[in-house]
């Protein structure tokens, strides 16, 4: 962690400087440049991203009374958690949370099927996929940690509760700088209030009111059947109680069994009965006594007596989708840019089982949030917001899909044993295809396609491992300066900075004839060096593109001072000289990076990676003009 950069500083190190004032919760102001409608996982992921540019202006409103305390989601994927080291709260999660480490089966046995038998366990991630686990965690301490970030922020950023959005106006005639107007409800609905934005992220769920007033609608279909969920403290003679399990009966549904932080809760969700067609669950009055007999009768022979309910729900299976992300009908991206998008469940909803709506709503915020950064601070054009939309609603559609598949498979009946002509599902069939998806549901599976921010795979066979299109795949490195053992994309934050990670060739990087050398030079030099061409004068040199190198020798074969004068860059008030940009592999067995991530050691690669983590282009190392020509297809020189 770095700080004293501009001035020695006593306190928490996590804490910043104010650069003004904490917002006032009584009032909203007149203007922002942000305004974010809705304080779940989505809104505050990107009110956190937002709260790291003080020179951006962003408020974010919520019309319950103050923040969530308990229920509703709490898988977290290794993506995930990846994303949250870069938010700087991952081993507060790793330390609270329960770690998903195996899942068992249970399925009808043989001799009796009104008993339940275990019948397999699996690894629940496997080795070497991410270095982050999958957790378990109350997505109320999820909102906490998020909302630490911004009060923690120089900007002070603070939630206005208590504030319904009842209109939203685009008036791009009226008001040029800020088109969107928004009038809330607050105060018990005694007054109103109204503000304008050059922008609006609708993060206010499946009902959302922005999105409505975008004339959107989600489209979809329902499986017509019900489940109902509870966290509870039990006693119970069921062995797995603290392991991920998934139990099928032979007539009275399944359970997915989530167990919780703490050491004690644990997340029951319990199948139901089907709906009739165009019947609500809502219709049948489902009590939390029904969810407990349901799950006391998939158990048997084991018992289970419920103590405490700490939280309970009841919903229906549907996959629901919006066409588009943001407020420009698709016939004419080409004449306007978005001034208001929807995010999280306001454009996409689905059922819990895969454990990707927290997921997949965070990373929906986490696309946007530096590409709203980018068009307000003047890097980017506005037409460049078109491509929120275009990724995610892509990402989305798999979602959909994949949920409904999933769904449909825990919720079918069970084959009879020895009936091949019975109707349902095999158990075996549904673990393989758990396992089969391993890397989907650990949030790993996303691929962006070729875009002017994804390059097409023509250098691919430089880093095979850092495939064009997923996250940034990290892995273990040496610190040149310090022999500190790091994971080298921890090293990225969410701060809106590209990265470009240059790894060496085998000659000696200390040597000006190396392509690292002649990499640094140009980068440093040259008049069409994307470094030089898109960071303003003011600015430290790696404030807009965070270059680093990962060289083939061992730390201690190497000078810190015989390396590229670049990789040494000074910053801050003071030229304050920063000794973090160099790294060597960990010659430990199986913990070299280059053999890790396939990167080709005869001609080394440019490895260039988005703020939010994803690979977007890979390059030879001496490709100056692929460099520079890829930035330039999206970025306005400073």
Not at 161 to 174: A, H, M, T
């Amino acid at each position: 962690m770095q700080f004293h950069l501009n001035g020695f500083r006593t306190g928490d190190p996590e804490v910043s400087a104010p650069a003004r004032a904490a917002a006032q919760p009584e009032t909203l102001p007149v203007e922002a440049d942000v305004v974010i409608v809705g304080c779940g996982p989505a809104g505050l992921t990107l009110a956190a991203q937002l709260s790291a540019f003080t020179d951006i202006h962003t408020v974010i409103a919520e019309q319950k009374s103050g923040p969530l305390e308990l229920g509703q989601a709490d898988g977290i994927a290794c993506r995930t958690m990846e994303m949250f080291e870069a938010f700087g709260f991952a081993e507060r999660v790793m330390k609270e949370g329960y770690w998903v480490n195996e899942t068992t089966f249970w399925r009808p046995d043989a001799a009796d099927r009104m008993k339940i038998v275990r019948y397999d366990r699996v690894q629940d991630v496997e080795d070497g996929l991410s270095e982050m686990p999958h957790m378990i965690l109350n997505q109320a301490r999820v909102h906490d940690f998020y909302l630490q970030v911004m009060r923690n922020s120089a900007c002070r950023l603070e939630p206005h509760y208590s504030r319904k959005l009842v209109l939203l106006e685009i008036d791009p005639q009226g008001s040029a700088s800020h088109p969107v107007k928004l009038t809330f409800e607050s105060s018990g609905n005694t007054k109103t209030e109204t503000i304008r934005a050059k922008y609006v992220v609708g993060c206010d769920g499946a009902r959302s009111t922005v999105r409505h007033s975008l004339g959107r609608a989600l489209h979809g279909d329902s499986a017509n059947q019900a489940w109902g969920v509870m966290d509870v403290l039990a006693v119970t003679s069921f062995p797995d109680i603290r392991f991920k399990s998934l139990i099928q009966s032979a007539s009275e549904g399944s359970i997915v069994l989530i167990p919780r932080e703490g050491g004690y809760l644990v997340r029951i969700y319990v199948e139901l009965d089907k709906l009739n067609p165009d019947e609500r669950v809502s219709a049948r009055n489902i009590t939390v006594e029904q969810l407990i007999a349901a799950a006391q009768r998939i158990l048997r022979p084991y018992s289970f007596e419920v103590k405490e309910v700490g939280w309970w729900s009841v919903y229906e299976i549907g996959q629901r989708l919006c066409d588009k992300f943001d407020d420009v009908p698709a016939s004419e991206t080409a004449s306007r840019t978005p001034r208001v998008f929807i995010a999280g469940d306001a454009c996409h909803t689905h059922s819990p089982k895969a454990g990707q709506g927290m997921n997949v709503s965070m990373q929906d915020a986490f696309n946007l949030g530096w590409k709203l950064a980018a068009v307000l601070r003047g890097q980017c054009a506005p037409e460049f917001l078109h491509t929120y939309s275009a990724e995610r609603h892509a990402i989305a559609k798999e979602l959909i899909e994949f949920d409904r598949e999933w769904s449909k498979m825990i919720s079918a009946p069970l084959k009879t044993p020895g009936n091949p002509d019975s109707k349902g599902v095999d158990p075996e069939e549904v673990r393989g295809y758990f396992v089969k998806h391993g890397r989907y549901t650990a949030g790993t599976a996303t691929r962006y396609a070729p875009s002017i921010l994804t390059g097409e795979k023509v250098h691919q066979h430089l880093a095979k491992g850092f495939e064009i299109g997923t996250r940034f795949h990290s892995a273990p490195v040496i610190r040149l300066a310090d022999a500190n053992e790091i994971s080298l994309g921890h090293a990225a934050k969410a701060d809106g900075r590209f990265r470009i990670y240059a790894f060496a060739d085998r000659s000696d990087p200390a040597s000006s004839s190396s392509r690292i050398n002649a990499f640094c030079s140009f980068l440093s030099k040259a008049a069409d060096s994307p470094v030089r061409r898109h960071t303003p004068a003011s600015a430290d040199i790696d404030a807009v593109i965070d270059v680093r190198a990962v060289f083939q020798q061992g730390h201690r074969e190497l000078n810190v001072d015989a390396m590229p004068a670049f990789l040494l860059p000074a910053k801050g008030r003071y030229g304050l000289r920063d000794y973090e940009k160099m790294f060597c592999p960990d010659l430990k067995a199986g913990r070299n990076i280059f053999d890790m991530r396939g990167i080709d050691r005869g001609h080394g690669c440019i490895v260039i990676v988005r703020p939010d983590q994803y690979v977007a282009q890979v390059l030879p190392l001496d490709d100056y003009a692929g460099i520079s020509a890829f930035f330039a297809a999206f970025m306005l020189p400073a």
